[in-house]
């Protein structure tokens, strides 16, 4: 019984305490707005949220706040919360930094690819549709980021080696290579892995291989595509996958042509 009676006091003090200790800890409001969408926020090293975040109770004083953008910091600093009261941060870029970030790219892509794709002649007498043997390539890119309207701009050419059109009277070889320009917006970020969606504008090269003497003029295509990025143990350092549908359009001496298909393209990112 006096065991009981030892463990109930113990048990109310201690409740006792802990409520004493709380009624002597005074809270504040913290909220942060980002200028820059995407945006993660941390307080005290810890994520609260990506462009606007809000901590209604946290203990008045001061805190650690960092807002981050692809690793690269937008604003960092102590803030100091009173009690009772809402302290409110903006975090912006000065123009100069939105300025620069748009004068040059923030990353360079070497990539391989893979291209399956038809191969279209119009005529005026006839459409021929013949198979083409998928594509192998490498290409280079570069993505620079546009603050204002939030969009990655990229710039890319790549080269690939010739594939075999399977004709009714033999195979012909052709390769496909074009410089692109593409728009894309991200539409997905979790933890490391950012998604993103655009759409783009090619000028197909086409090169015949040997034995083939088709000339081909080149005329403007376009593209849409997927692209995952992620980050890999060092920060300067990201996977990309690329997939999506393009479309090569040319001009023979016969009439049109249409090169149109998917293509798939993995590489390392490095950021600048």
């Known amino acids: 019984m006096d065991k009981l009676k030892l463990t109930l006091c113990i048990f109310g003090c201690v409740l006792a305490l802990s409520a004493a200790v709380r009624a002597e800890t005074a809270y504040g409001k913290l909220t942060i707005y980002s200028d820059v969408l995407g945006s993660d926020i941390y307080v005290d090293a810890k994520f609260v949220g990506q462009d606007r975040a809000t901590i209604s109770n946290i203990p008045a004083g001061k805190h ?30 000065t123009e100069e930094e939105l300025l620069s970030k748009i004068r040059k790219p923030n990353h360079v892509l070497i990539f391989g690819s893979l291209t399956g794709a038809n191969y279209l002649e119009t005529t005026t007498a006839t459409t021929f549709n013949l198979p083409y043997r998928v594509q192998y390539g490498l290409g280079t890119e570069i993505k620079f980021v546009l603050p204002v309207v939030d969009i990655n701009l990229d710039l890319g050419f790549f080269l690939n080696y010739p594939s075999q059109i399977e004709t009714p009277t033999g195979n012909a070889q052709m390769a496909i290579s074009s410089p692109y320009i593409a728009a894309g917006k991200d539409i ?20 015949p291989g040997g034995g083939t003497t088709i000339s081909i ?56």
């Open 188 to 207: 997905i970020r979790l933890g490391p892995t950012k998604i993103s969606a655009g759409l783009g504008f090619n000028y197909g090269i086409f090169n």
């Open 64 to 93: 650690y706040v960092r807002v981050v953008k692809d690793e690269k910091n937008i604003q960092t600093g102590i803030v100091e919360v009173k009690e009772g009261e809402e302290t409110i941060i903006v975090a912006k870029q």
């Open 217 to 272: 003029s080149s005329r403007l295509g376009y593209f849409g595509f997927v692209e995952m990025m992620r980050n890999l143990g060092d920060n300067n350092q990201k996977l990309t996958v690329k997939a999506g549908y393009v479309n090569y359009i040319g001009k023979s001496a016969a009439g049109d042509v249409s090169c149109a298909g998917y293509f798939l393209q993995t590489g390392m990112a490095y950021q600048l």
